[in-house]
């Protein structure tokens, strides 16, 4: 059974890059889609983006502009997010796609974005 | 961008009791809908895609109906352990948009 778990900085300051990390067990990278969601309590769940098994990435227009999703071994891929503001302040989850659904999702990493 | 509405917003029920939760879509989607179940503290779960096929882990009292612009999910006699938040949620090979939410409560 795969297993999602994400990891990185839980502060971030609105100069810094959001940089968050996800490590798949039970899986292969190279055989699905992954992705990014988060979830603030103003605006429920938001799509950010996700990554195809080839390395392409597609991304929410919203967020196109500042946000990078890749892969960074057989086992991790990772969402670049840059110029943070505080209305990036969210629980960020990492999931698997399948044909557009989100069918396993990490537990999620809370992310404030502060000076 | 296709924009998913939810309602209502809260629906407050007791268990036994059969809840239909509503999804709407700004322009048809097809079947491409899955439904989310959200806990405080835990991973969200797949319970639903294709609009009407029930994930893995999920009893039959869930179902989901509709297709183009109208779904629906349905749990027949709400558990204990089935209250929680609902999001619909519509994929197609451009874009991926979620609902507002349902929050199930008792």
């Known amino acids: 059974q795969v297993h999602l778990q994400e990891s990185g900085p839980g502060l971030v300051r609105p100069s810094e890059t959001l940089s968050l990390t996800c490590t798949v067990s039970?899986?292969?990278?190279?055989?699905?889609?992954w992705g990014w969601i988060r979830q603030s309590p103003g605006n429920g769940l938001e799509w950010i983006g996700y990554?195809?098994?080839?390395?392409?990435a597609n991304y929410n227009p919203s967020l196109k502009n500042r946000v990078t999703i890749s892969k960074d071994s057989s086992t991790q891929f990772s969402l670049k997010l840059t110029s943070p503001t505080a209305a990036d302040t969210a629980v960020y989850h990492c999931?698997?796609?399948?044909?557009?659904?989100?069918?396993?999702w990490g537990q999620g990493i809370q992310v404030t974005v502060s000076s | 961008e296709i924009v998913m509405t939810q309602s209502p917003a809260t629906l407050s029920a007791s268990p036994g009791e059969r809840v239909t939760l509503s999804c709407r879509a700004s322009q048809s989607v097809s079947n491409n809908l899955a439904w989310y179940q959200l806990k405080p503290g835990q991973a969200p779960r797949l319970v639903i895609y294709s609009a009407s096929t029930r994930a893995t882990g999920f009893p039959d009292r869930f179902s989901g109906s509709g297709s183009g612009t109208e779904f629906t999910l349905t749990i027949s006699s709400l558990q204990s352990e089935d209250f929680a938040v609902y999001y619909c949620q519509h994929y197609n090979r451009w874009s991926i948009s979620f609902g507002g939410g349902t929050k199930v409560e008792v």
């Open positions: 999931a698997r796609v399948r044909f557009g659904e989100f069918d396993s």
């Open positions: 990554m195809f098994h080839s390395g392409s």
């Open positions: 039970g899986d292969s990278i190279s055989r699905y889609n």
